[in-house]
Protein backbone atom coordinates (compact mmCIF):
# COMPACT_ATOMS: atom_id res chain seq x y z
CA UNK A 1 0.00 0.00 0.00
CA UNK A 2 1.71 3.53 -1.28
CA UNK A 3 1.50 6.61 1.27
CA UNK A 4 -0.91 8.25 -0.94
CA UNK A 5 -3.46 5.24 -0.19
CA UNK A 6 -3.36 5.49 3.22
CA UNK A 7 -3.46 9.35 3.21
CA UNK A 8 -6.53 8.86 1.16
CA UNK A 9 -7.95 6.59 3.67
CA UNK A 10 -7.15 8.49 6.52
CA UNK A 11 -8.47 11.49 5.57
CA UNK A 12 -11.73 10.31 3.56
CA UNK A 13 -12.82 8.37 6.74
CA UNK A 14 -12.30 11.82 9.03
CA UNK A 15 -14.64 12.98 6.55
CA UNK A 16 -17.11 10.62 7.28
CA UNK A 17 -16.25 10.65 11.01
CA UNK A 18 -16.97 14.56 11.26
CA UNK A 19 -20.41 13.58 9.45
CA UNK A 20 -21.15 10.54 12.16
CA UNK A 21 -20.93 13.10 14.71
CA UNK A 22 -23.71 14.95 13.41
CA UNK A 23 -25.61 11.96 12.83
CA UNK A 24 -25.11 9.99 16.06
CA UNK A 25 -26.78 13.30 17.76
CA UNK A 26 -30.09 13.19 15.66
CA UNK A 27 -30.43 9.57 15.30
CA UNK A 28 -28.79 8.55 19.15
CA UNK A 29 -29.62 11.73 21.58
CA UNK A 30 -31.82 13.85 19.79
CA UNK A 31 -35.07 11.54 19.79
CA UNK A 32 -34.48 10.37 23.11
CA UNK A 33 -34.50 13.86 24.55
CA UNK A 34 -37.93 14.87 22.37
CA UNK A 35 -40.03 11.80 22.70
CA UNK A 36 -39.10 10.83 26.61
CA UNK A 37 -37.96 13.83 28.21
CA UNK A 38 -39.93 16.67 26.49
CA UNK A 39 -42.83 14.26 25.36
CA UNK A 40 -43.16 15.33 22.02
CA UNK A 41 -44.68 12.95 19.56
CA UNK A 42 -42.32 11.14 17.46
CA UNK A 43 -44.17 11.29 14.44
CA UNK A 44 -42.97 14.88 14.41
CA UNK A 45 -39.37 14.15 14.82
CA UNK A 46 -39.81 11.80 12.35
CA UNK A 47 -40.75 13.91 9.29
CA UNK A 48 -38.28 16.49 10.75
CA UNK A 49 -35.49 14.27 10.30
CA UNK A 50 -36.83 12.55 7.36
CA UNK A 51 -36.50 15.76 4.90
CA UNK A 52 -32.60 15.69 4.87
CA UNK A 53 -32.42 12.59 2.18
CA UNK A 54 -34.40 14.27 0.49
CA UNK A 55 -32.23 16.70 -0.87
CA UNK A 56 -29.95 13.90 -2.20
CA UNK A 57 -31.28 14.27 -6.19
CA UNK A 58 -29.83 17.75 -6.48
CA UNK A 59 -26.76 16.67 -5.70
CA UNK A 60 -25.62 16.70 -9.58
CA UNK A 61 -26.57 20.32 -9.10
CA UNK A 62 -24.02 21.36 -6.45
CA UNK A 63 -21.59 19.27 -8.51
CA UNK A 64 -21.86 21.25 -11.48
CA UNK A 65 -21.34 24.40 -9.76
CA UNK A 66 -18.66 23.75 -7.64
CA UNK A 67 -16.96 22.58 -10.90
CA UNK A 68 -17.29 26.31 -12.54
CA UNK A 69 -16.74 27.95 -9.53
CA UNK A 70 -13.11 27.27 -7.83
CA UNK A 71 -12.37 28.95 -4.91
CA UNK A 72 -8.63 30.30 -4.79
CA UNK A 73 -7.68 27.29 -7.24
CA UNK A 74 -9.49 24.88 -4.99
CA UNK A 75 -12.69 22.97 -6.83
CA UNK A 76 -13.82 20.72 -3.70
CA UNK A 77 -12.18 21.77 -0.79
CA UNK A 78 -14.08 24.99 0.18
CA UNK A 79 -17.15 23.64 -0.72
CA UNK A 80 -16.47 20.62 1.92
CA UNK A 81 -16.03 23.30 4.68
CA UNK A 82 -18.91 24.93 3.51
CA UNK A 83 -21.35 22.19 4.13
CA UNK A 84 -18.91 21.06 7.74
CA UNK A 85 -19.61 24.33 8.71
CA UNK A 86 -23.95 25.27 7.87
CA UNK A 87 -24.45 21.34 8.95
CA UNK A 88 -22.46 22.01 12.30
CA UNK A 89 -24.02 25.59 13.18
CA UNK A 90 -27.61 24.50 13.51
CA UNK A 91 -27.12 22.39 16.28
CA UNK A 92 -26.29 24.81 19.02
CA UNK A 93 -29.88 25.97 18.48
CA UNK A 94 -31.39 22.58 18.84
CA UNK A 95 -32.02 22.31 22.57
CA UNK A 96 -33.64 26.00 22.71
CA UNK A 97 -35.97 24.70 20.19
CA UNK A 98 -36.87 21.84 20.84
CA UNK A 99 -37.76 22.90 24.74
CA UNK A 100 -39.98 25.69 23.16
CA UNK A 101 -41.94 22.83 21.02
CA UNK A 102 -42.79 21.10 23.83
CA UNK A 103 -43.52 23.87 25.84
CA UNK A 104 -46.89 23.83 22.45
CA UNK A 105 -44.50 26.81 20.23
CA UNK A 106 -45.88 26.44 16.53
CA UNK A 107 -42.85 29.17 15.83
CA UNK A 108 -40.47 26.98 17.18
CA UNK A 109 -42.04 23.93 15.18
CA UNK A 110 -41.44 25.91 12.24
CA UNK A 111 -37.87 27.34 13.00
CA UNK A 112 -36.77 24.14 13.33
CA UNK A 113 -38.23 22.53 10.30
CA UNK A 114 -36.14 25.27 8.18
CA UNK A 115 -33.19 24.12 10.55
CA UNK A 116 -33.49 20.52 9.84
CA UNK A 117 -34.05 21.65 5.84
CA UNK A 118 -30.85 23.96 6.16
CA UNK A 119 -29.13 20.75 7.38
CA UNK A 120 -30.24 18.61 4.44
CA UNK A 121 -28.74 20.99 1.92
CA UNK A 122 -25.33 21.01 3.98
CA UNK A 123 -25.59 17.06 4.03
CA UNK A 124 -26.20 17.21 0.25
CA UNK A 125 -23.13 19.45 -0.61
CA UNK A 126 -21.04 17.38 1.62
CA UNK A 127 -22.19 14.01 -0.03
CA UNK A 128 -22.03 15.52 -3.68
CA UNK A 129 -18.06 16.78 -2.77
CA UNK A 130 -17.06 13.49 -1.36
CA UNK A 131 -17.55 11.92 -4.02
CA UNK A 132 -16.27 14.21 -6.75
CA UNK A 133 -13.34 14.40 -4.68
CA UNK A 134 -12.90 11.33 -4.21
CA UNK A 135 -12.72 10.58 -7.91
CA UNK A 136 -10.21 13.06 -8.32
CA UNK A 137 -7.85 12.33 -6.18
CA UNK A 138 -8.12 7.95 -6.02
CA UNK A 139 -7.35 5.98 -8.96
CA UNK A 140 -9.94 3.15 -10.50
CA UNK A 141 -7.43 0.58 -8.43
CA UNK A 142 -7.80 1.69 -4.69
CA UNK A 143 -10.91 3.74 -5.18
CA UNK A 144 -13.53 0.93 -3.78
CA UNK A 145 -10.88 -0.01 -0.76
CA UNK A 146 -10.58 4.10 0.34
CA UNK A 147 -14.80 4.23 -0.28
CA UNK A 148 -14.99 0.57 1.70
CA UNK A 149 -12.65 2.04 4.66
CA UNK A 150 -14.18 5.15 4.97
CA UNK A 151 -17.78 4.03 5.50
CA UNK A 152 -16.65 1.56 8.04
CA UNK A 153 -14.91 4.18 9.89
CA UNK A 154 -18.47 6.22 9.61
CA UNK A 155 -20.12 2.99 11.05
CA UNK A 156 -17.79 2.79 14.01
CA UNK A 157 -17.86 6.58 14.76
CA UNK A 158 -21.50 6.17 15.46
CA UNK A 159 -20.15 4.25 17.91
CA UNK A 160 -17.58 5.94 19.26
CA UNK A 161 -19.27 9.14 19.38
CA UNK A 162 -22.59 7.33 21.18
CA UNK A 163 -20.09 6.58 24.08
CA UNK A 164 -18.92 10.38 24.01
CA UNK A 165 -22.39 11.41 24.09
CA UNK A 166 -22.94 9.14 27.40
CA UNK A 167 -20.19 10.36 29.43
CA UNK A 168 -20.88 14.32 28.80
CA UNK A 169 -24.51 13.86 29.25
CA UNK A 170 -25.33 10.71 31.56
CA UNK A 171 -28.66 11.95 32.08
CA UNK A 172 -30.71 14.58 30.45
CA UNK A 173 -30.92 18.48 31.33
CA UNK A 174 -31.13 21.74 29.17
CA UNK A 175 -27.89 22.96 30.34
CA UNK A 176 -26.10 19.69 29.13
CA UNK A 177 -27.44 19.07 26.25
CA UNK A 178 -27.20 22.86 25.04
CA UNK A 179 -23.20 22.40 25.63
CA UNK A 180 -23.12 19.09 23.84
CA UNK A 181 -24.83 20.41 20.82
CA UNK A 182 -23.27 24.12 21.20
CA UNK A 183 -19.70 22.10 20.68
CA UNK A 184 -20.71 20.34 17.74
CA UNK A 185 -19.35 23.35 14.85
CA UNK A 186 -16.11 23.34 16.46
CA UNK A 187 -16.06 19.30 16.49
CA UNK A 188 -17.32 18.76 13.02
CA UNK A 189 -14.99 21.69 11.18
CA UNK A 190 -11.95 20.62 13.55
CA UNK A 191 -12.16 17.40 12.01
CA UNK A 192 -13.09 18.28 8.59
CA UNK A 193 -10.33 20.66 8.59
CA UNK A 194 -7.58 17.70 8.91
CA UNK A 195 -9.71 16.01 6.45
CA UNK A 196 -8.88 18.28 3.74
CA UNK A 197 -5.47 19.45 4.48
CA UNK A 198 -3.39 18.87 1.74
CA UNK A 199 -5.91 16.54 -0.02
CA UNK A 200 -7.16 18.52 -3.07
CA UNK A 201 -4.16 19.42 -5.45
CA UNK A 202 -4.28 23.60 -6.13
CA UNK A 203 -5.10 24.91 -9.42
CA UNK A 204 -5.06 21.73 -11.52
CA UNK A 205 -7.36 21.60 -14.09
CA UNK A 206 -10.61 19.22 -14.73
CA UNK A 207 -12.42 18.07 -17.41
CA UNK A 208 -16.19 18.87 -18.19
CA UNK A 209 -17.67 17.77 -15.17
CA UNK A 210 -19.28 14.35 -15.82
CA UNK A 211 -22.06 13.63 -13.01
CA UNK A 212 -21.52 10.06 -11.11
CA UNK A 213 -25.52 10.85 -10.14
CA UNK A 214 -28.53 11.30 -11.76
CA UNK A 215 -30.93 13.93 -11.83
CA UNK A 216 -34.37 12.71 -10.60
CA UNK A 217 -36.09 13.20 -14.52
CA UNK A 218 -33.32 11.13 -15.50
CA UNK A 219 -33.91 8.57 -12.71
CA UNK A 220 -37.00 8.15 -13.89
CA UNK A 221 -36.38 7.72 -17.97
CA UNK A 222 -34.37 5.07 -16.65
CA UNK A 223 -36.55 2.82 -14.73
CA UNK A 224 -39.36 3.25 -17.55
CA UNK A 225 -39.92 0.29 -19.51
CA UNK A 226 -37.13 -1.79 -17.27
CA UNK A 227 -38.87 -3.91 -14.90
CA UNK A 228 -35.26 -5.41 -13.55
CA UNK A 229 -34.39 -1.78 -12.51
CA UNK A 230 -37.77 -0.72 -10.89
CA UNK A 231 -37.87 -4.05 -8.72
CA UNK A 232 -33.92 -3.63 -7.85
CA UNK A 233 -34.82 0.76 -6.94
CA UNK A 234 -37.73 -0.70 -4.48
CA UNK A 235 -35.48 -3.71 -3.06
CA UNK A 236 -33.01 -0.94 -2.70
CA UNK A 237 -35.63 1.58 -0.95
CA UNK A 238 -37.58 -0.90 1.52
CA UNK A 239 -34.25 -2.62 2.47
CA UNK A 240 -33.14 0.69 4.07
CA UNK A 241 -36.50 1.20 4.74
CA UNK A 242 -36.55 -2.25 6.86
CA UNK A 243 -33.22 -1.84 8.55
CA UNK A 244 -33.11 1.91 9.47
CA UNK A 245 -36.92 1.97 10.84
CA UNK A 246 -35.46 1.15 14.50
CA UNK A 247 -32.64 3.59 14.20
CA UNK A 248 -34.88 6.49 15.95
CA UNK A 249 -36.77 4.30 17.83
CA UNK A 250 -33.82 2.29 19.91
CA UNK A 251 -33.09 5.25 22.74
CA UNK A 252 -37.03 6.02 23.17
CA UNK A 253 -37.82 2.52 23.82
CA UNK A 254 -35.40 2.16 26.32
CA UNK A 255 -36.82 5.08 27.79
CA UNK A 256 -40.47 3.85 27.74
CA UNK A 257 -39.85 -0.03 28.20
CA UNK A 258 -36.78 -0.59 30.20
CA UNK A 259 -36.93 3.07 32.28
CA UNK A 260 -33.54 3.57 31.20
CA UNK A 261 -31.91 7.11 31.24
CA UNK A 262 -30.54 8.61 28.07
CA UNK A 263 -26.98 7.29 29.05
CA UNK A 264 -28.01 4.40 29.11
CA UNK A 265 -29.85 3.83 26.17
CA UNK A 266 -26.57 5.13 24.06
CA UNK A 267 -25.71 1.61 24.52
CA UNK A 268 -28.01 0.76 21.97
CA UNK A 269 -26.26 2.68 19.28
CA UNK A 270 -22.96 1.38 19.92
CA UNK A 271 -23.66 -2.41 20.21
CA UNK A 272 -25.34 -1.90 16.62
CA UNK A 273 -23.01 0.20 14.56
CA UNK A 274 -20.02 -2.08 16.26
CA UNK A 275 -21.91 -5.44 15.25
CA UNK A 276 -22.47 -3.65 11.59
CA UNK A 277 -18.94 -2.78 11.36
CA UNK A 278 -18.13 -6.34 12.50
CA UNK A 279 -20.46 -8.18 10.06
CA UNK A 280 -19.55 -5.88 6.88
CA UNK A 281 -15.47 -6.88 7.82
CA UNK A 282 -16.72 -10.84 8.02
CA UNK A 283 -18.44 -10.47 5.25
CA UNK A 284 -16.02 -8.72 2.96
CA UNK A 285 -13.03 -11.19 4.43
CA UNK A 286 -15.42 -14.21 2.99
CA UNK A 287 -15.57 -12.47 0.24
CA UNK A 288 -11.79 -11.75 -0.94
CA UNK A 289 -11.41 -15.50 -0.12
CA UNK A 290 -9.70 -16.55 -3.59
CA UNK A 291 -12.63 -18.38 -5.59
CA UNK A 292 -10.30 -19.40 -8.82
CA UNK A 293 -10.20 -16.24 -10.59
CA UNK A 294 -7.55 -14.05 -10.74
CA UNK A 295 -8.79 -11.20 -10.20
CA UNK A 296 -10.35 -12.16 -6.80
CA UNK A 297 -14.24 -10.74 -7.98
CA UNK A 298 -17.19 -12.19 -6.67
CA UNK A 299 -19.90 -13.47 -9.02
CA UNK A 300 -23.37 -11.32 -9.11
CA UNK A 301 -24.60 -15.05 -7.53
CA UNK A 302 -22.01 -15.27 -4.72
CA UNK A 303 -22.79 -11.20 -4.63
CA UNK A 304 -26.27 -12.27 -3.86
CA UNK A 305 -25.36 -15.23 -1.74
CA UNK A 306 -24.13 -13.04 0.64
CA UNK A 307 -26.99 -10.79 0.57
CA UNK A 308 -29.29 -13.16 0.88
CA UNK A 309 -27.59 -14.75 3.95
CA UNK A 310 -27.47 -11.29 5.11
CA UNK A 311 -30.60 -10.48 5.34
CA UNK A 312 -32.61 -13.58 6.31
CA UNK A 313 -30.42 -13.31 9.24
CA UNK A 314 -31.20 -9.62 9.61
CA UNK A 315 -35.02 -10.76 9.28
CA UNK A 316 -34.68 -13.37 12.01
CA UNK A 317 -32.88 -10.99 14.01
CA UNK A 318 -35.98 -8.75 14.37
CA UNK A 319 -38.06 -11.45 15.22
CA UNK A 320 -35.51 -11.79 17.90
CA UNK A 321 -35.74 -8.23 19.63
CA UNK A 322 -39.30 -8.72 19.28
CA UNK A 323 -39.57 -11.30 21.74
CA UNK A 324 -37.13 -9.78 23.89
CA UNK A 325 -39.69 -6.62 23.94
CA UNK A 326 -42.36 -8.56 24.63
CA UNK A 327 -40.54 -10.20 27.49
CA UNK A 328 -39.17 -6.94 27.91
CA UNK A 329 -35.89 -8.30 29.30
CA UNK A 330 -33.56 -5.69 28.40
CA UNK A 331 -30.06 -7.93 28.50
CA UNK A 332 -32.64 -10.45 25.81
CA UNK A 333 -32.88 -6.84 23.26
CA UNK A 334 -29.16 -5.94 23.61
CA UNK A 335 -27.96 -9.62 22.79
CA UNK A 336 -30.88 -9.51 20.00
CA UNK A 337 -29.33 -6.38 18.81
CA UNK A 338 -26.33 -7.45 18.40
CA UNK A 339 -26.99 -10.21 16.27
CA UNK A 340 -29.32 -8.16 13.69
CA UNK A 341 -26.36 -6.03 13.44
CA UNK A 342 -23.96 -8.43 12.89
CA UNK A 343 -26.27 -9.65 9.57
CA UNK A 344 -27.01 -6.41 8.79
CA UNK A 345 -23.37 -5.57 8.08
CA UNK A 346 -23.64 -8.80 6.04
CA UNK A 347 -26.52 -7.88 3.94
CA UNK A 348 -25.34 -4.46 3.23
CA UNK A 349 -21.94 -5.83 2.37
CA UNK A 350 -23.36 -8.06 0.00
CA UNK A 351 -26.06 -5.27 -2.05
CA UNK A 352 -23.56 -2.52 -2.01
CA UNK A 353 -21.15 -4.77 -4.46
CA UNK A 354 -24.54 -6.03 -5.89
CA UNK A 355 -25.36 -2.12 -6.76
CA UNK A 356 -21.82 -2.14 -8.41
CA UNK A 357 -22.54 -4.66 -10.82
CA UNK A 358 -26.09 -3.70 -11.62
CA UNK A 359 -25.11 -1.18 -14.48
CA UNK A 360 -25.83 -0.54 -18.22
CA UNK A 361 -22.33 -0.30 -20.41
CA UNK A 362 -21.92 3.52 -20.93
CA UNK A 363 -24.65 4.48 -17.84
CA UNK A 364 -23.25 3.07 -14.81
CA UNK A 365 -22.88 6.26 -13.17
CA UNK A 366 -26.09 6.73 -14.04
CA UNK A 367 -27.45 3.38 -12.32
CA UNK A 368 -24.77 3.91 -9.53
CA UNK A 369 -26.84 7.13 -9.03
CA UNK A 370 -30.64 5.41 -9.43
CA UNK A 371 -29.53 3.21 -6.86
CA UNK A 372 -28.25 6.01 -5.20
CA UNK A 373 -31.69 7.68 -5.19
CA UNK A 374 -33.15 4.78 -3.78
CA UNK A 375 -30.96 4.80 -0.43
CA UNK A 376 -31.94 8.41 -0.26
CA UNK A 377 -36.05 7.25 -0.48
CA UNK A 378 -35.56 4.52 2.06
CA UNK A 379 -33.69 6.23 4.13
CA UNK A 380 -36.13 9.67 4.34
CA UNK A 381 -39.35 7.38 4.70
CA UNK A 382 -37.70 5.49 7.78
CA UNK A 383 -37.72 8.00 9.87
CA UNK A 384 -41.06 9.29 8.81
CA UNK A 385 -42.81 5.68 9.15
CA UNK A 386 -40.65 5.29 12.27
CA UNK A 387 -42.27 8.50 13.87
CA UNK A 388 -45.71 7.17 12.76
CA UNK A 389 -45.67 3.98 13.87
CA UNK A 390 -44.78 4.96 17.48
CA UNK A 391 -47.67 7.81 17.52
CA UNK A 392 -49.85 5.36 15.97
CA UNK A 393 -49.33 1.99 18.06
CA UNK A 394 -47.67 3.34 21.87
CA UNK A 395 -48.23 7.23 21.96
CA UNK A 396 -51.76 7.25 21.14
CA UNK A 397 -52.05 4.38 24.14
CA UNK A 398 -53.55 1.71 21.57
CA UNK A 399 -51.11 -0.88 22.90
CA UNK A 400 -48.26 -1.54 25.74
CA UNK A 401 -45.19 0.18 24.68
CA UNK A 402 -43.81 -3.77 24.61
CA UNK A 403 -46.40 -4.97 22.02
CA UNK A 404 -46.11 -1.55 20.08
CA UNK A 405 -42.54 -1.91 19.63
CA UNK A 406 -42.68 -5.83 19.31
CA UNK A 407 -45.24 -5.37 16.40
CA UNK A 408 -42.86 -2.12 15.07
CA UNK A 409 -40.23 -5.06 14.57
CA UNK A 410 -42.39 -7.80 13.14
CA UNK A 411 -43.34 -5.11 10.24
CA UNK A 412 -39.35 -5.06 9.93
CA UNK A 413 -38.82 -8.63 9.75
CA UNK A 414 -41.84 -8.06 7.10
CA UNK A 415 -40.33 -5.81 5.25
CA UNK A 416 -36.92 -7.17 5.28
CA UNK A 417 -38.15 -10.79 4.01
CA UNK A 418 -39.96 -9.47 1.23
CA UNK A 419 -36.95 -7.74 0.25
CA UNK A 420 -34.73 -10.96 0.08
CA UNK A 421 -37.90 -12.97 -2.27
CA UNK A 422 -37.35 -9.70 -4.65
CA UNK A 423 -33.87 -10.22 -4.60
CA UNK A 424 -33.19 -13.28 -6.01
CA UNK A 425 -34.28 -12.55 -9.61
CA UNK A 426 -32.16 -9.45 -9.77
CA UNK A 427 -29.69 -10.02 -12.40
CA UNK A 428 -27.35 -7.83 -14.45
CA UNK A 429 -27.88 -9.49 -17.71
CA UNK A 430 -31.47 -9.45 -17.79
CA UNK A 431 -31.53 -5.21 -16.79
CA UNK A 432 -29.47 -4.84 -19.73
CA UNK A 433 -31.69 -6.73 -21.66
CA UNK A 434 -34.47 -4.67 -20.78
CA UNK A 435 -32.63 -1.04 -20.91
CA UNK A 436 -33.78 1.59 -22.15
CA UNK A 437 -32.17 2.81 -25.28
CA UNK A 438 -30.01 5.65 -24.98
Not at 198 to 221: C, H, I, T
Not at 347 to 359: E, K
Amino acid sequence: MNANTTQHKIQFTLQKVAIAWMFALLTVNFPYVAAVELGIPLVLVGVMLGLYPFWGPFQPFFGRFTQSHPILGYYRTPYLLLGFFVGGIIFPFVPTLTQQISAGSSVAVLALFLLFFIFGIAIALMANTFLDLLSDVTTDETRSNVTATAWTGQTLAIALWAFVFRQMMPTYSLEAMTRLYTITPFVVMGIGLLSVVGLEPRGRKLDAYQSNKSALSESFQLLTGNRMARRFFLFIALSLLAIFLQDILQEPLGGELFGMSIGQTTNFQIIFNASVAIGMTIAAIVGTIRLGDENRQLSMDAKKRIATTGGLGTMAGFMLLALSVFASSPLFFQTALFLNGLCVGVFTFGSITMMAGMTVPGKTGKYLGVWSLGQVVGLGLSFMIAGLLHSLFIGSGLFAPAVGYGLIFLIEAGVMGWCVWSLQPADAVELRRQAVPA
